[in-house]
C-alpha cells in the first residue's frame, strides 16, 4: 500500500516530521518532485537534520530511500547530505536515486538568479535553479541521471553550456566554465554512481511483495505549477498527480493522503496570501514558532490558519487524514482567529481561488477561539489535551469533514499525538 504526505498550504507545515514518524512503518520513503527548495526538518535527541533532497524517511535504518525521477538533484547538495548523515552514523547503503531524474547544473542556478533580477514582478524564489532545471526537462534538453552516468555527458553538457552561456551573456551575467563544470561532475558522477538505478521498476517490485511505501511531498498545494498561486508557485506539481508521474506508480495503489499544516499558517516569498498578520501578531507567531525559512533563512511571512484553502487542498488531493503541528505554538497566543469564509467585493466566499487578484482583495472572515493551552509537549493522549485546544480542533474537523489524525506539539521526533 502506497500513503502519501503532502504540504496542504505554502510549504514548511511540518512534512519531514510526519514522514520520520511514518516511515518507521514503511519499507520505503520516496520523494517524488522538487529539489533542492525544500527544507525539511526532524529532530531526533535534540539533534537537528536539515533534508533538502534526501527523504526525510532515510533516518529509519530499515527504510529504502528513494529520489524519484520527478525531483531534480543538484549533485553537490545530494553529496553534502550523504557526507553529513555518513558523520551522524547513517550509512546512506539505503539511498536509491532514479536513473530518470534531472541534474541540476550550474547554468540552472546563475539563470533562475538572472530572471529573478529581471522580471517586474518577484517571485522569491528560493534561487537553486529549480525552474530553469524543470524548463530544460520539458524543453527537453535536460540532464538525467542515466545521461550523466554515460559517456555521453561530456557532449550533452557542452551543448547546453555553449546555449546557455549565450543568454546570460546578453543580459551581462556570469558565463559558465565548460572545463571547471565537467571536471567537477566528473567527481560527483563517480561518488553518486552506485546509488543511480531503476526506482520505477524496484518499486513495483515492492509493491507486488506487499511493502508499504510512503511518498513525501516536498513545497505544497498552493505552490504548485497548476493549482497554486500562479505565478508565485514552484515549477513542480507538489499535489498528488505529481507523486504518479515523479514515481511511476498508478493512482490505484495510493490509500492514505495526507495533508500537513499548521496551527496557524506561513509563507516564504511573494505572492498574495490572504490571512496574513502584517503586524505585532505575526511578528510575535514568528518568534515563538522559529519561522525562518530552513532553506533560505529567509524569515517566513506568518498568519492564522484558513479553511478556504485547506479545504481546496482537502478537495485537490483527496485527503483523508490532517497533520497539524506547531498546537503548542498557537497555544502561548491567548486568542487565536481561524478563517473560515472571504468576503470578495462584499459576498461571502467559501471556495478558494488561485487569481491572484481575487485574493488580493478577499478579507477574512474569523472565528475567534481561546488560547493559553499551557505546556502540552508530552501530552500523548488526545484526550489529555486542555479544553481550548480540542475546541479549536474540533471546530477544524467540523469545517473540514477531514479527521486531524495527528497533531505536533514540538519540534522533537517524539512531540507528536496519533489518534
Ligand atoms: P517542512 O518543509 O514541511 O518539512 O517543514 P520545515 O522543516 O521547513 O518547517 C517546520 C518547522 O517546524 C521545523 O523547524 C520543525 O522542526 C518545526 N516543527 C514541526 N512540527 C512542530 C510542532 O509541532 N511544534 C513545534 N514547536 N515545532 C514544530
Ligand atoms: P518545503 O518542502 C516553502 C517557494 C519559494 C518561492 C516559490 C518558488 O520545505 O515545504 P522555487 O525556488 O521553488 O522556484 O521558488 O516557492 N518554495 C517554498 N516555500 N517551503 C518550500 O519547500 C518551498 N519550496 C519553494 O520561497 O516563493
Ligand atoms: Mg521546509
Not at 504526505?5 to 512534512?15: C, N, S, T
Request: aromatic residues 10%; neutral net charge; proline residues 3%.
Amino acid at each position: 500500500m502506497v500513503d502519501v504526505v503532502l504540504g496542504a498550504f505554502y510549504g514548511d507545515e511540518g512534512k519531514g516530521k510526519l514522514i520520520d514518524y511514518l516511515s518507521s512503518k514503511a519499507k520505503y520513503a520516496v520523494r517524488f518532485s522538487g529539489g533542492n527548495n525544500a527544507g525539511h526538518t526532524i529532530e531526533v535527541d535534540g539533534k537537528k537534520f536539515a533534508f533538502h533532497l534526501i527523504p526525510s524517511g532515510i533516518l529509519n535504518k530499515d527504510v529504502k530511500a528513494i529520489l524519484g525521477n520527478g525531483v531534480v538533484i543538484d549533485p553537490k547538495v545530494l553529496i553534502d547530505e550523504i557526507y553529513n548523515l555518513k558523520e551522524n552514523g547513517y550509512k546512506c547503503d539505503n539511498l536509491y536515486i532514479s536513473d530518470k531524474a534531472h541534474l541540476i547544473l550550474p547554468y540552472h542556478v546563475e539563470l533562475d538568479k538572472m530572471q529573478e533580477d529581471i522580471r517586474n514582478n518577484k517571485i522569491g524564489t528560493t534561487k537553486r535553479g529549480i525552474g530553469p532545471a524543470y524548463c530544460d526537462k520539458f524543453e527537453r534538453c535536460g540532464i538525467r541521471m542515466e545521461d550523466f552516468m554515460s559517456d555521453e555527458f561530456g557532449s550533452m553538457l557542452k551543448e547546453n553550456i555553449e546555449n546557455k552561456n549565450k543568454i546570460l551573456k546578453a543580459f551581462g551575467y556570469d558565463e559558465i566554465s565548460y572545463d571547471k563544470t565537467y571536471k567537477e561532475y566528473m567527481i560527483y558522477k563517480e561518488i553518486l554512481r552506485p546509488y543511480v538505478c531503476d526506482t520505477t521498476t524496484m518499486l513495483h517490485k515492492a509493491l507486488k511483495e506487499n511493502e508499504n511505501i510512503l511518498c513525501e511531498g516536498a513545497q505544497a498545494t498552493l505552490l504548485d505549477i497548476d493549482f497554486g498561486t500562479y505565478p508565485f508557485v514552484t515549477s513542480s506539481n507538489p499535489t498528488i498527480g505529481g507523486v504518479c508521474t515523479g514515481t511511476g506508480i498508478g493512482a490505484r495503489y495510493i490509500n492514505n493522503v495526507y495533508g500537513v499544516i499548521k496551527a496557524y499558517s506561513s509563507r516564504v516569498g511573494e505572492g498574495p496570501y490572504v490571512t496574513e498578520l502584517n503586524n505585532s501578531i505575526g511578528d510575535k507567531i514568528r518568534e515563538l514558532g522559529h519561522e525562518y525559512g530552513t532553506t533560505t533563512k529567509r524569515p517566513r511571512r506568518c498568519g492564522w490558519l484558513d479553511l478556504v484553502a485547506l479545504n481546496y487542498s482537502i478537495m485537490l488531493n483527496g485527503l483523508n487524514g490532517i497533520c497539524m503541528n506547531h498546537l503548542d505554538t498557537i497555544g502561548k497566543l491567548d486568542k487565536i482567529k481561524l478563517c473560515v469564509a472571504y468576503e470578495i467585493d462584499g459576498k461571502i466566499e467559501e471556495y478558494f481561488t488561485t487569481n491572484t487578484k481575487i485574493l488580493n482583495k478577499a478579507k477574512p472572515i474569523y472565528e475567534e477561539f481561546d488560547g493559553n493551552f499551557g505546556d502540552i509537549s508530552n501530552i500523548k493522549r488526545y484526550e489529555d489535551l486542555p479544553i481550548n485546544a480540542k475546541k479549536y480542533i474540533e471546530r477544524i474537523e467540523e469545517k473540514t469533514k477531514v479527521k486531524v489524525k495527528f497533531i505536533g506539539t514540538g519540534a522533537g521526533r517524539e512531540n507528536i499525538i496519533i489518534r
